[in-house]
Each structure stands twice: as structure tokens, then as C-alpha cells.
């Protein structure tokens, strides 16, 4: 069985799935069903490079892409490497996908201040743009001269972005190929494109053709039993908002579901789907398939180019095949 939809779709796991031989399985049987892109989240555990190294070499069709990296574990001169590295090895397949973290990765783990993360992420994707381009550093320090990639791509590597609060919104519309935002509540998508589009627009110059493509990433919470769907759904929300930092509730405060927090808050104890159900529509996939299914459509009609179906972490490896095919 194959997809059969001109509706592009990606999976994607989180940095939670640790198991690389699940991954790389899960990446084969991607492209087997026809899904178009398969990303790879990088948090504490492998190398998302290595991995989608491993994945590229394993695939033929399908595109890959770090979904995403931060920008503190790493020079941009190092990510522009590896990224032109799997461009290569996947035969032009790979899609950068940059994004700013948390203070619990840039302090926790890679022990720098978290100071700026937006300005960091600029200055980060912009230099390895330039790089990529084929043009010199501009981060030489010293009496060194700049250097430029001896090994440059074939052709123009995708950069995507991940990106929620405002500057950052504005930023992946100025420098971004793609938009990758996570955990966004899908009623507010067509306002936050306007305004990528917007700073799209504002960005004269730039080499990018047209307006970065949509790609959200979505959550899946899907099962034949409801209950079961329910529960996972309440998991998504209840770890991304209480052991991820801030942003995610931020983001859902500016979105208008301050509300919605509060009541978490209130009752830290309560599942989402008792004390803010309108959540589990907004930021997850959740129900039986066919009920996911027609959830995704309306992805697509809020303005998604290409959702992103976020996949459980440690779940039953036949499980999240089953998933696959069931939502493909």
C-alpha cells in the first residue's frame, strides 16, 4: 500500500526517540508508503547528522532533513559541513532544518548562556547561507584569512527553520526556504503565515525563490481505541508544557489560550482533555485514523504545504509502522 494524495506529507521523530535501528526502519518504510520527507530532531542522544547519514544511504526518493538542529552545539562552519556532506551522500535529498532550542540544551548540554536565541539563530542561518552559497566566512577572527567550503553542494540546499515567537516568525520569513514551526495551534496558522509572508516580502534580495514553503509539525495521537488516542494526546501536551522551558506556553498565551494554560496550571494533577480540551484539536492529530485523517485536512486548509506527522517516542516499533500505514 501507497500513498495515492498529491498532498505532500512528512513524518518526523523527536529527539525522545533514541532508537537508531527504529528510526532508520521507520525512514525505509516511509518512503516504501510514499510519504515525501522524513525528518530527524536532535536533542541529548545520537548526532541527528550521523543518523540521516545512515537513513540517506538506506533511501532513494525520499527527502531528508534535520527537523531540527539548534544552533548552539555548533560552529556554522560545522553545520555547513554536514550539511553539504548529506546533501552529497543523499544525491541532493537533504533539507536543513535550524532551530534556537532551549536554555535546557544550550546550558544543560552544551554549556553555553542562552542569551539572544533569536539573534543567535539569525546570525547562525545567515552564515551558513553564505556558506552554502560558496561564498567566505565572515566569521574569521584574527589575522586569519575567511575561508569558503573546499566541498561544495551541487545544487542549493534547502534551509528550514523552526520558529513561534514573533522575531523568530519574522526571521524564518527573511532567510528561511521553509517554515517549520512545532506544537503551533492550527487555528492560528493562516495569521502566522501572513506575517512569514510579510517578512517575505520585506526581504528584498534575497535568493530564495517566492515565499518560504509552510511545513508544520504536528503531533500524532492515533488509535483505534479513543481512550488510548486521548491519553497519548495528554501526554504530548502535558510533557512539551511542563518539561520543555517556556516557549510552547508562551506561544499558546500569545495565541490566545492563556486561558487554557491557566487551567493546566490550576490542576497540574488533570489530564488536557479534562481541563483544556480544545488543546487536543489544536496541537495534535488524535483519534482514529479516519478521524486523524480528516484533522489533517484541515492542516491543509489553514495553509500547510506539507505537514509534518511527528511520530510517538518510544512506542512499539509494528505499532508506529501501523500508524504509518494507516495515515498514509
Known sequence: MTRNNSRKLAV????????????VRLARRAEELGYDAFTVAEGWGHDATAVLAEIAVRTERIQIGSGVLNVWGRSAATIAMSATSLADISGGRYVLGLGAGSPALAEGWHGVAFEDPVGRLGTVTRQVRRLLDGERSDAAVGSAAPLRLAAPAAARIPI?????????????GEVADMWMPFFLPRSTLPTAIQQVREAAGRSAGTARPGHPAIWPAVPVAVASDSERATSLADWWITFYLTRMGPLYRQTLRRSGFDDDVEALSAAPADPPSKVAPRLINELTLCGSPERALASLDDWYAAGADMPCLVLPPGRDADE????????A
Open 12 to 23: 518526523g521523530v523527536v529527539p525522545m526517540e533514541t532508537r537508531r535501528e527504529v528510526v
Open 160 to 172: 528550514g527553520m523552526a520558529a513561534l515567537g514573533p522575531r523568530a516568525v519574522q526571521l524564518a
Open 320 to 327: 508506529l509502522e501501523e500508524l504509518l500505514v494507516a495515515l
